[in-house]
């Protein structure tokens, strides 16, 4: 079935980049995501990108795509404070409708 | 639109009593979702509806859950009796595929505590 694997933990020192990673295993996924969850909310999309591209860049987010390995990367250049949050991959797959997530990655900002 | 809504946000209730929890789509958004998030076990899909119609309740933990969703603007996820093991944060989330990347909007979540 389908798996979506990310790290736990990430701490970074503000103004340094992030680079949070996922590998998932459907290889009929036509989109992958990016989501952030901040304390009692609900997840909101960051980005996503389709499964032909091999990157994304909006802002200061580059979104790497390796579809041969199953690898999604998020960099967050220059983080701050506020990136301070749980990032969650996702797949969409192209058999079925199913939205599947990883376990999320809690971002931690070093002063 | 006000986004998707979600009561109750908060619950707490004994073990052996029913719960049901209550989503509201965003207008027009044609797939529904109810997701529970749990430290061990992360996001985990329960079950989703396409035009009203379960697609897929692979998820559904029991019998003792049950989801419905009698019109496009309204869908109910029930848990019958309640245990202490389905406490989480229960999420709703809808989308359209008419927007190509079926992106998700989620709502704030109801957070179960069943004692």
């Known amino acids: 079935g389908e798996d979506v694997e990310q790290s736990l933990f990430l701490s970074v020192r503000e103004g340094d980049s992030s680079v949070i990673n996922c590998t998932y295993t459907d290889s009929s996924s036509t989109y992958l995501y990016w989501y952030k969850q901040e304390p009692g909310a609900g997840l909101q999309l960051l980005t996503y990108?389709?499964?032909?591209?091999d990157m994304k860049q909006d802002q200061r987010l580059t979104v790497l795509l390796n579809k041969k390995d199953k690898h999604l990367s998020l960099r967050i250049a220059d983080t701050q404070t506020g990136d301070s949050a749980i990032y969650f991959c996702?797949?969409?797959?192209?058999?079925?409708?199913?939205?599947?997530f990883g376990k999320g990655t809690r971002l931690h900002i070093l002063p | 639109d006000a986004g998707v809504i979600q009561s109750p946000r908060h619950e707490v209730t004994e073990m052996g009593q029913e719960v049901t929890l209550r989503c509201k789509p965003i207008?027009?958004?044609?797939?529904l979702f109810w997701y529970r998030q749990t430290m061990m076990r992360g996001l985990e899909l329960l079950i989703y509806?396409?035009?009203?119609?379960?697609?897929?309740d692979s998820g559904m933990p029991e019998d003792r859950f049950s989801a419905k969703m009698p019109n496009a603007s309204f869908s109910t996820l029930k848990i019958q009796p309640s245990e202490p093991r389905d406490s989480a944060v229960y999420f709703c989330a809808s989308s359209s595929q008419g927007a190509g990347a079926n992106v998700l909007t989620f709502g704030a979540g109801s957070r179960l505590t069943v004692l």
């Open positions: 996702a797949e969409i797959s192209n058999r079925d409708d199913k939205i599947i």
């Open positions: 509806f396409n035009n009203n119609v379960p697609i897929d």
């Open positions: 207008s027009g958004h044609d797939y």
């Open positions: 990108i389709f499964s032909n591209m």
